[in-house]
């Protein structure tokens, strides 16, 4: 059911816990499942120097949230905000169809903390193509 990848990034999760310093805080959640996703960035430079996460959830939501802080530390802004929930899933070798949506909140948790890195410099995240949460999940979700 699930890849050597995925049972590694759960059993050992990279990058856990609460980043002190951090520039940039995102969190995102999934109502159906209840999973939450909340992510922490040190940003200099444009680049993200440093990033660690927090979710409540199953496996693949901790799994997921490990790949995609291993995926982004040391990119640019600019290239953290490519990183797409397909992206993370094949990084994993794959997720049952069920649990992609791990993947979809992975890559929100990642575009909410740089919004809120750009928020504190001032600037509007839709500047950035960072589509804000309005807290209307099945919106969001329905083209993932």
Known sequence: MY???VLDHFSNPRNVGELEGANAVGQVGNPKCGD??????????????DVTF?????GAAVAT?????????????????KLTNRAVA?????????????SVLAEEAIQSAIA???KRQGKDPKDYGINVCDGN????????
């Open 3 to 5: 890849s050597e990848k």
């Open 137 to 144: 999940c099945e919106h969001c979700h329905a083209h993932k």
């Open 116 to 118: 809120d890195y750009y």
């Open 90 to 102: 094949e990084a994993l070798d794959g997720l049952p169809p069920e649990k992609l949506h791990c």
């Open 54 to 58: 927090k979710t409540f959830g199953c």
């Open 36 to 49: 939450i996703m909340k992510m922490y960035m040190k940003i200099e430079n444009d680049v993200v120097v």
């Open 65 to 81: 949230s490990s790949m995609a802080t291993e995926m982004v530390k040391g990119k640019t802004v600019e290239e953290a905000l």
